[in-house]
């Protein structure tokens, strides 16, 4: 087995969970597809990451993160709330997930040494029948693949720590936000 060795300390980490409503009506969730730099490299995630000395609490870390990130402007997001804390096994990260709502549209900009492409999904597609299902994974933590949950959408898979952030938040509020149309509240 190729597993990277432990890390003795999880290392506090922060994401935004950015949610926006479109000029459709429908309420946004805002994600990365990650660079080849880093421990999460090419993964979709949420804007965010480790926690630096000059943050004054893991929120301020996930606002600057997401400035750093996507050009998100800190002062266009009230923070809604935080949902609980997730686990990452192999990098040793325990991110604190944080739901932030944007005010106004928000023009993109991608930082490309971390950050490929900024991604945008409608709790109606992530509601939608079928778009969860179990794959085949590889991890650093074991040989070949294995079946890991996750959700497939417009050919995009997500999985890992982001899975269980959005799972266990859909789970409490997405059915409360989606588009009254769509049929999932």
Not at 25 to 41: A, E
Not at 88 to 116: L, N, Q, Y
Not at 125 to 149: D, K
Request: proline letters at 10%; charged letters at 25%.
């Amino acid at each position: 087995m190729n597993a990277l060795p432990p890390s003795p300390e999880p290392v506090p980490s922060a994401v935004l969970i950015p949610l926006y409503r479109g000029e459709d009506g429908q309420v946004r969730v805002v994600l990365v597809k990650r660079s080849d730099f880093g421990p999460h490299r090419r993964q979709i995630s949420f804007p965010g990451g480790r926690r630096e000395a000059a943050d004054a609490s893991l929120r301020e870390t996930a606002l600057r993160e997401a400035e750093e990130e996507t050009g998100l402007p800190p002062e266009s997001v009230t923070i809604l709330g935080e949902c609980p804390t997730v686990n990452t096994i192999v990098s040793g990260f325990i991110i604190h997930p944080f739901v932030g709502w944007i005010d106004g549209p928000v023009a993109w900009k991608a930082d490309p040494r971390e950050i490929d492409e900024i991604l945008e999904f409608s709790l109606d597609e992530l509601l939608s029948p079928g778009v969860r299902s179990s794959e085949p994974q590889r991890s650093a933590l074991w040989e070949g693949t294995r079946e890991m949950p996750c959700f497939r959408i417009r050919g995009i898979v997500i999985w890992g720590a982001t899975y269980r952030i959005l799972d266990e938040w859909l789970g409490r509020e997405g059915r409360r936000l989606c588009h009254p149309r769509a049929g999932c509240a």
